[in-house]
């Protein structure tokens, strides 16, 4: 039966990962991280939150709606995070509990994360590879996608069209009965980006049209959920992508280089229920296909895994488990293996008033080799109903990555894994409608891998050590006024990230902001509702970065501003027909986010929804 689930899948299907059990619906209440990631500051966008942004990329999203700065190389290309200061590979990226980070490279391209796939996004913020694993050095980003038992099917199709030749469409089903539920997205996207620039490599900064900078991708995302009995479940989901991109040069540069990803993901999830305990038993397997002109490069990975959770008396929750993965590299100068074991053990005290406690544990071996104990401890306590309290510390820890140690000519087999202790405390306070939340927190990551030249040959070593501090706040409220609803959202973020004094760097590097690292970043929304209209006005504001280690370049800051207009209440009959418009960089802003990447100015874009 397990066989034909999984082939199943190549056509279908999946379902939620979720804690807590009502045994005659199988219904799951919260993810592992509510349960036990106690302390840590967190963000989700469920279904609801994300229907604005079925046309647009997982970097789009946390560029507008985040703390993180995203470090993107032009519109539809390259997109990394910046999880407070931290690099692109030490964020942890899962979907369906399933790691997707690729294992040469140690990272995803976010711009390649199309929105229009999972129903909820969760970001887990600092160093926690305790809870989620390897990679967890700066954050985590959980993508989920399910196939949702409701009485009716439902169907929707999203048509958008925008300046510079965008175009994206997206589709979606569902229907369950008794025993089955199944979801099935598809969606394509495409853009020309045929914008206009000043090229500041040129005297004069003449203006300039982008030629090569076009992009396409679609995509299907298919999922199954299966009640095998009121104690049991069993689900699987499959995703399939293709992106093929005109890589944008940057400014003083003619290379045509073109760039082609596609990637399988398949996760399979077992679920059988106790009345005070679960068992769960996951697999997946992901491979990344990528033609970068005439070079090919492939990674696959097989991922298997089983947990027990249960409850010890009732203030006790423990959870147990290990997972297990096979990574293979096919690269254009490798070919390289890896197989790692993880074991695990989460702890969650719930006996003091108003106090709930987290013990978390996990051990890795790779490759053989046992890899430092990650611990973590984390605390909410609600003071009153008013003021809550937060405080966590915790262990990451980053395994070198294949192109890291295998890499020909250059990789280098004896590195050692990048480690960081975080810790945070923040305050929460809700009052009414009105929220707020202040988090303070303080980084240190040891062994960070640079690579540096050591004559014509490049090559990674063990040299940094970073400091990383900060604050980040985040409020809003609603009201009304008559019979008009006002939502405003504001956020800033400072951020400290230094690299310290270390043998292997010039000293004109030391106690400097890490490159394209701001210490400033802010946030900000208003928005007003009335009878099914909606209008929204949002900016962001990031501030100066450096170039480089000796900060002998330092680019401006700059605000952007987009404006959303939403109607909701036309109808066709009995098919809703939601419209909406969106402005990008209202005021036409001439930006870099990277130095001599230009980004494209004003941008109109018109989506149409029919929904069932």
Known sequence: ?????????????????????????????????????????????????????????????????????????????????????????????????????????????????????PDRIDLIFGSDGALLGNEALGGSILLQSQANFQESPTASISQEVGSFGQSATAFQAGFSGEKLAFQTKIYSQKAENDYTFRDLSLPGTPEKTQTHSAFSQKGIQQDIAWKINPSQRLSTSFWYHLADREIQPPMGSDTQDTQEDQSFRLSLEYLKFWDKSRLEVRSGWVRDDQLFNQSFNQNSSFFLSGDWEGDIGKDWKIRLGTRGSHIQGNLSTYSATDQRLETYQFIRFSGLKNINLSL??????????????????????????????????????????????????????????????????????????????LTFFAMDVENWIIWMPKGAIWSPENIRRVRNTGIEWAGGTEFALGSTGIKIDLAYNYTKAINRSNSKESPTFWNKQLPYT?????????????????????????????????????????????????????????????????IENLFNKSYQVLYLRPMPGRSIHLNFKFQL
């Open 1 to 117: 039966m397990i066989l034909f689930v999984w082939v199943l899948s190549l056509f279908g299907f999946q379902a939620e990962q979720q804690d807590t059990v009502r045994l005659q619906e199988i219904e799951v209440s919260a993810p592992i991280f509510k349960t036990f990631g106690l302390g840590k500051k967190q963000l989700n966008w469920d279904e609801t939150a994300l229907e604005n942004y079925q046309s647009r990329s997982l970097s789009e999203l946390l560029q507008e709606k985040s703390p993180l700065f995203i470090r993107q190389y032009g519109p539809g290309m390259l997109a990394s995070p910046n999880f407070r200061g931290t690099s692109a590979g030490h964020t942890a990226i899962f979907w369906n509990g399933i790691p997707i980070n690729s294992p040469s490279l140690g990272q995803s391209d976010l711009s390649i994360i199309p929105l229009a796939a």
């Open 360 to 437: 978390n544990l996990r051990q890795l071996l790779v490759e053989q080799k046992w890899q430092p104990l990650l611990p973590s401890l984390g605390m909410d306590w609600i003071l009153n109903p008013t003021f809550s309290l937060k405080a966590s510390i915790a262990r990451g820890l980053k395994v070198p990555t294949l192109n890291d140690r295998f890499w020909e000519p250059g990789g280098n087999p004896e590195l050692l894994p990048e480690e960081s202790w975080q810790g945070e405390t923040g305050l929460k306070w809700k009052k009414g409608s009105f929220h707020s939340e």
């Open 518 to 582: 701001p210490v400033h970043q802010a946030q900000g929304g208003v928005e007003l509702i009335q009878d099914g209209y909606s209008i929204r006005l949002s900016s962001q504001y990031i501030g100066q970065r450096a170039t480089t280690l000796d900060h002998s370049r330092i680019m401006d800051p700059y605000s952007l501003y987009q404006l959303h207009l939403n109607y909701k209440k036309l109808w066709l009959g009995p098919v809703q027909v939601p419209i909406s418009l969106r």
